[in-house]
């Protein structure tokens, strides 16, 4: 039953955000980034990015680091709104669009947002998937806009996996261990046309699933730290706690 109002959908909204929160308190977070984590929790650092996350994987993302600053792309679609109100509920910016409807408003709102101080995030296997596939529009707003991509993979040592029509969703078990690893800030030439938007994709298609196997590879005890903070002591940051 699809909920239509929107005091229904205000309440359920922040009830699964308080719940998931709750969860997310329990979790045991390691978070690996080449780079200082303030990049993403300091309302006065200055850096623009976007960070490029699976769909399964986004409430890691969105609780498992408390970052500020942030607007997410959702779809216009009613199931879109629950999202938009947990997302407002947890303080970040909404830009509604995705390939199907508001595409063009909402890609030309997030190259003038990110242009102007904000950071996004976004799911760039779209909307209808396939599943792990990335598509162009993350390269092209990082073009456009001249934000660098951060690559992001989080994988957790026991889960429950919600099927869903295109793409599922991990949802960790309480108490259990979870591992966030991010890439360095991947920069993306102005102006791209077609042919190099794809060209950068398949770049960001292959980072991203290196990020998602070094993940792997730390919750498996295979390594201690990622490959690509290993040559960079000096820059690069990890974390390990419970997520607030």
């Not at 102006?191 to 990020?211: A, F, G, T, V």
Request: aromatic content about 6%; hydrophobic content about 35%.
């Amino acid at each position: 039953m699809k909920i239509r109002s929107r005091l229904l959908t205000k309440i359920a909204a922040r009830t699964v955000v308080f719940m998931t929160r709750t969860l997310f308190r329990t979790l045991r977070m390691e978070i690996y980034t080449p780079f200082d984590l303030e990049i993403y929790t300091s309302k006065d650092r200055p850096e623009n990015h976007i960070s490029s996350v699976w769909h399964d994987q986004l409430l890691f993302s969105t609780f498992g680091v408390k970052s500020v600053n942030i607007s997410a792309l959702v779809s216009r679609h009613q199931d879109g709104e629950y999202l938009a109100e947990s997302m407002r509920c947890l303080g970040f910016g909404t830009i509604r669009g995705s390939s199907s409807r508001g595409a063009v408003a909402a890609l030309k709102e997030m190259v003038s947002t990110g242009s102007g101080g904000q950071r996004l995030v976004m799911t760039p296997d779209g909307p209808r998937g396939p599943h792990h596939e990335l598509k162009n529009g993350v390269v092209y707003i990082a073009s456009r806009s001249g934000m660098p991509i951060i690559c992001v993979a989080t994988v957790s040592a026991k889960h429950w996996l919600v099927k869903g029509s295109w793409t599922n969703l991990v949802i960790p078990k309480p108490f259990s261990r979870a591992v966030l690893v991010a890439s360095e800030l991947i920069s993306i030439p102005p102006d791209l046309n077609k042919e190099e938007i794809e060209e950068y994709r398949q770049r960001i298609q292959l980072r991203m699933e290196q990020m998602e196997t070094e993940a792997y590879a730390i919750l498996h005890g295979e390594r201690t730290r990622p490959s690509h903070m290993e040559n960079d002591e000096s820059s690069a940051s990890s974390d390990v706690r419970q997520a607030a």
